[in-house]
């Protein structure tokens, strides 16, 4: 396994406190789509198995010809959820992510929200100046569970080799990702969407509490 160079952190559910947010946007969208009833439970279903997927990906496969629609209404209905449920971050996560860029390591941000919604959500957060990088599918391809994003990072980071990457992440789709980037190492938490059990089936090395407990790891503050 490589030494680690660049840290990859997920947004929702990794960095920044969820609080329900996506399904919120996600049931206002299909309310006014006018998709009721067990249609409306099956696709809610399916956010719930794809979070962490590029959202217009998640919304082609669901309602194909309305995906653009859907896709504007949901970010829309997102930043307005966000207003009004409020923001903030994991706690501890600015303070590790400056801890981890004080110890020589490049810091990336990856999200399935589209560049705009995650820039507005950065401003409220305060993290313009936290992160060496910040990514979405649509700078670099295709959403999560592809590599794109994370390959995206390691070559604008000049890591010296894909297993120098560390992913971090709440979803299988995370995992998956770290694992067809060839990522050296994937790392689960527990703060957002899916459990040990089913980060670890889809590839994560480690799973742990928080992105706090990245202070833990020898491999990262012993440098």
Not at 17 to 41: H, M, Y
Not at 98 to 121: D, W
Not at 130 to 135: E, G, N, P, Q, Y
């Amino acid at each position: 396994m490589n030494d680690v160079e660049l840290i990859c952190f997920d947004m929702a559910g990794t960095t920044m406190i969820d609080n329900g947010l996506v399904l919120e946007a996600f049931r206002r969208t299909i309310e006014g789509l006018g998709v009721v009833g067990d249609e409306a439970s099956v696709a809610e279903a399916y956010v719930v198995e794809t979070m962490g997927q590029s959202k217009i990906e998640v919304f082609t496969a669901l309602f194909s010809d309305r995906a653009v629609l859907a896709n504007g209404m949901f970010e829309r209905h997102f930043v307005e959820a966000a207003q009004e449920l409020g923001v903030s971050e994991i706690p501890g996560a600015r303070s590790t992510v400056e801890t981890l860029r004080s110890l020589g390591l490049g810091v990336a941000l990856t999200t399935g929200f589209s560049p705009q919604t995650r820039e507005a959500l950065v401003d409220v957060l305060g993290w313009s100046d936290l992160f060496d990088l910040r990514v979405s599918p649509a700078d670099a391809g295709r959403g999560r569970p592809a590599p794109d994003m994370l390959l995206w990072c390691a070559l604008r980071a000049q890591v010296s080799a894909v297993g120098a990457l560390m992913v971090v992440g709440d979803t299988a789709s995370d995992m998956q990702a770290g694992v067809r980037a060839g990522a050296g190492r994937c790392v689960g938490v527990l703060s957002g969407t899916d459990d040990g059990l089913r980060l670890r089936a889809h590839g994560a090395n480690d799973v742990v509490d928080s992105v706090v407990d990245l202070l833990g790891f020898d491999s990262l503050t012993s440098r």
